[in-house]
């Protein structure tokens, strides 16, 4: 029997929820994840925090001090409630649990697997790439709500550039050292390092985007980053 290919994505929360759940978009990831399904693969969604996160984080620091590691607790299971949205949706495909440690290999044959937060320290992108190296798969893909990374932040330089296509010692040189809580960047520097190690290809796309998406998945030229 043909091993399905292992589609990984790391959905970032501002898609899912950028101020609450995005009907629209979570309809179109319906139908989207469903046609890689129907194309004999299998798709893997690690589930981001969004403006969940941020609003419990927020409304907790003016009331008390927190750690770092408070904060990253508050956006894990801010994922957890994303992930559990996600797998209510495709509960005909998915696997019953939602997978919280990216080291275990999930008992099942579903061709939907929704994941969520791990640990504090680090991302949901290091989840996914995680996630991906106990699968076998040798891609992720990151969507957010950018079309592409930049070599520095679009919101704040006007001569930012967009990259299509990088190595991993040059977009790392690009990303904070450390990982942070609040941090606003393409990619976790932790999960870079992983990535990195491991010899991963990263894809950064528009997750509004779902037919460039497709596109990647399927060779074919796309707006977006790759990191190789």
């Not at 992108?125 to 969507?143: E, H, R, S, W």
Request: proline share 5%; with cysteine.
């Amino acid at each position: 029997m043909k091993t399905k290919e292992t589609i990984v994505m790391s959905v970032g929360g501002s898609l899912i929820v950028p101020d609450k759940p995005d009907v629209p978009f979570l309809k179109k990831l319906n139908t989207f994840v469903r046609s890689q399904v129907k194309a004999g693969r299998r798709v893997v969604i690690i589930a981001g925090g969004g403006k969940t996160a941020r609003y419990y984080q927020a409304a907790v620091s003016k009331v008390a001090k927190l750690t770092s590691t408070d904060l990253d607790w508050l956006g894990i299971h801010a994922t957890r409630l994303n992930g559990h949205l996600l797998r209510t949706i495709f509960r005909d495909l998915a696997y019953t649990n939602v997978v919280k440690d990216p080291r275990e290999q999930p008992r099942t044959s579903k061709s939907v697997i929704i994941a969520a937060g791990w640990r504090p320290g680090c991302s949901t992108d290091y989840d996914a790439v995680l996630l991906a190296k106990t699968l076998g798969a040798k891609k992720v893909i990151n969507l957010s709500n950018i079309d592409y990374a930049y070599d520095k932040d679009p919101n704040k330089y006007k001569n930012a550039q967009p990259i299509k296509e990088t190595d991993w010692k040059t977009f790392r040189s690009l990303l904070p050292k450390k990982w942070d809580p609040g941090l606003n960047a393409p990619f976790d520097p932790v999960a870079a390092r992983e990535a990195h190690k491991l010899g991963m290809e990263v894809a950064i796309l528009n997750g509004k985007k779902l037919k460039q998406v497709a596109r990647y998945i399927e060779g074919q030229s796309f707006v977006g980053t790759i990191v190789r």
